[in-house]
């Protein structure tokens, strides 16, 4: 078990890395997507997109906590200078955005159109969205920021 541990501890540092980068995501969207729409009524519904601006500002958020969280704690330095290295994660992380929005409208939609009851705790459908797209796009980044970004 232990050596399987040590084999796995870049996927289990990135997963844990993730994992706070998506509480960070998860509850700057939740606070933006309770406030923002008071300041400004068509987050609710901008041209047919639900939440883009909390989607867009609170992925930001989780995404800046990802590459320092990423460069101290995941993967070592690649061949690339730290500005490459910087604008290569924020451009995989502009396109990750893209598809995380666009996950999240066709999840919002068409998947979670319900509220889901735990008994202790209501789980709203943006919420299930947000969380759902946050998983579904993590795979992907893994694969690209260490063989693309961080490839020593």
């Given amino acids: 078990m232990k050596q399987l541990i040590l084999r796995q501890k870049q996927v289990i540092f990135f997963i844990i890395a993730g ?7 998860i509850g700057s969207f939740k606070i933006l997507s309770v406030y923002l729409p008071k300041v400004f009524a ?3 519904n901008f041209y047919g997109i ?6 867009i500002l ?6 800046i906590t990802n590459y320092f969280l ?6 070592e ?9 910087f604008f290569y ?3 995989v992380s502009v396109v990750s955005t893209l598809i995380s929005l666009l996950i999240f409208q066709l999840l919002y939609h068409f998947v979670f159109t319900n509220v889901i009851d735990l008994g ?5 459908p943006e919420m299930m969205s947000k969380i759902s797209a946050i998983l579904l796009v993590s795979m992907l980044n893994y694969s690209i920021k260490k063989k693309i970004i961080f490839n020593g």
């Fill in 19 to 25: 994992g706070l980068s998506a509480i960070v995501e």
């Fill in 42 to 44: 068509q987050e609710y």
């Fill in 50 to 55: 639900k939440y883009p601006f909390s989607n």
């Fill in 58 to 63: 609170s992925t930001s958020c989780g995404i």
């Fill in 70 to 75: 990423s460069i101290w704690f995941v993967f």
């Fill in 77 to 85: 330095r690649g061949k690339h200078s730290k500005k490459r290295e």
């Fill in 89 to 91: 994660f924020i451009s």
């Fill in 120 to 124: 202790f705790y209501v789980i709203s």
